[in-house]
């Protein structure tokens, strides 16, 4: 299936899930650069390494990313948030989110 332009199609998943394998998502590409995408690319990296065949695959559960996601969308769609709450708000979602 092809991918409109400004968007990204991801794997996401966790191989020890058993039947369930990975779930296919598409997301815009400004995610990518939004804080919370970017740990868990970094954890992405560490499991998979640069080499993927395919759409990228994120090593987390299915639910985990759905809640990553709105909490992105629910930020991108929020104009007036300071630098340094957003800052303070990312440390604490980070440290919660258990990437594998």
Request: charged letters at 20%; proline letters at 5%; aromatic letters at 12%.
């Amino acid at each position: 299936m092809k991918v409109k332009k400004g968007f990204l199609a991801v794997e996401v998943g966790l191989e020890d899930e058993g039947n369930k394998g990975f779930q296919r998502f598409v997301i815009p590409i400004s995610y990518l650069y939004h804080p919370l995408f970017q740990r868990l690319l970094d954890k992405a990296h560490e499991v998979y390494g640069y080499q993927v065949n395919g759409p990228l695959r994120l090593p987390c559960s299915v639910d985990d990313f759905l809640y990553l996601q709105r909490q992105v969308e629910r930020e991108t769609n929020k104009q007036h948030h300071h630098q340094q709450s957003h800052h303070l708000h990312y440390h604490h979602l980070l440290s919660s989110l258990p990437f594998h």
